[in-house]
Antibody, heavy 115, light 107 residues
Framework: EVQLVESGGGLVQPGGSLRLSCAAS????????MHWVRQDSGKGLVWVSR????????NYADSVKGRFTISRDNAKNTLYLQMNSLRAEDTAVYYC?????????WGQGTTVTVS | DIQMTQSPSSLSASVGDRVTITCRAS??????LGWYQQKPGKAPRRLIY???SLQSGVPSRFTGSASGTEFTLTISSLQPEDFATYYC?????????FGQGTKVEIK
C-alpha cells in the first residue's frame, strides 16, 4: 500500500526552526516528484515546495523561499522540509504529497504552530 | 502566478441533486488540472486528474470537463458521503495554485 506519514510538527517560537519528515512506503520517493502543501486552520490549500527526481531541481512558493529547504534521504525513503526563520503566518497543517500528474497521494499532515 | 477562480464558494444541495463546481484559470493551463475532495480533519483526496480522468477507486458519478480555461467538476447524483469541500489545482507552472474551495453542504 502506498502511504506517506509526516512527523516533526509542533509548537515553535517566531524565528525558530523545525524539520518535518515524511516517511514513504509502497513506493520510492526518489522516483517521483515530491511536494509539500500547507493549509491554514479552516482555510484553503497552498502549495509550498517541490523536489525533482534528480534532487537538484527544487521550487518554492515566494512566501517560503530562502527560509525553507526541501530534501530527501534515499536510504530512508524519506522526504524532509527544513523550516527556518519561522513566522506566525507559517502556522498550518503541512502535507507531504507525491507528485504524479499533479498531486496524487497525500499524507495525513502534521501541524506546525508558530507562537 | 496563475490564478484559479473557483465558484461557488459554497452551495447547499440535497441527496440526489446534480452539482456543478467551476474553476477558471487566469491563463491557459492545457489540461493540467486536478480536483480534490477534503472532509473535515482529513487530507485531500484526488478525484479527477488531467481535467477529465477519473482517479482509480473514485465513483463514476464524479466527472470532470474542460473548455478552454474553464474547468468543471460535476457530481451527477449527490450522495451523503459527498458532503465535503472541493478544490481544483493547476499544475502547469510554478507556483502551483489551488482554487479557493467549494463547500458542499446539506440542504
Amino acid at each position: 500500500e502506498v502511504q506517506l506519514v509526516e512527523s516533526g510538527g509542533g509548537l515553535v517560537q517566531p524565528g525558530g526552526s523545525l524539520r518535518l519528515s515524511c516517511a514513504a512506503s509502497g513506493f520510492t520517493v526518489s522516483s517521483y516528484w515530491m511536494h509539500w502543501v500547507r493549509q491554514d486552520s479552516g482555510k484553503g490549500l497552498v502549495w509550498v515546495s517541490r523536489l525533482d527526481t534528480d534532487e537538484r531541481s527544487t521550487n518554492y512558493a515566494d512566501s517560503v523561499k530562502g527560509r525553507f529547504t526541501i530534501s530527501r534521504d534515499n536510504a530512508k525513503n524519506t522526504l524532509y522540509l527544513q523550516m527556518n526563520s519561522l513566522r506566525a503566518e507559517d502556522t498550518a497543517v503541512y502535507y507531504c504529497v507525491r507528485g504524479y500528474n499533479g498531486l496524487d497521494v497525500w499524507g495525513q499532515g502534521t501541524t506546525v504552530t508558530v507562537s | 502566478d496563475i490564478q484559479m477562480t473557483q465558484s461557488p464558494s459554497s452551495l447547499s444541495a440535497s441527496v440526489g441533486d446534480r452539482v456543478t463546481i467551476t474553476c477558471r484559470a487566469s491563463q491557459g493551463i492545457r489540461n493540467d488540472l486536478g480536483w480534490y475532495q477534503q472532509k473535515p480533519g482529513k487530507a485531500p483526496r484526488r478525484l479527477i486528474y488531467a481535467a477529465s480522468s477519473l482517479q482509480s477507486g473514485v465513483p463514476s458519478r464524479f466527472t470532470g470537463s474542460a473548455s478552454g480555461t474553464e474547468f468543471t467538476l460535476t457530481i451527477s447524483s449527490l450522495q451523503p458521503e459527498d458532503f465535503a469541500t472541493y478544490y481544483c489545482l493547476q499544475h502547469t507552472s510554478y507556483p502551483w495554485t489551488f482554487g479557493q474551495g467549494t463547500k458542499v453542504e446539506i440542504k
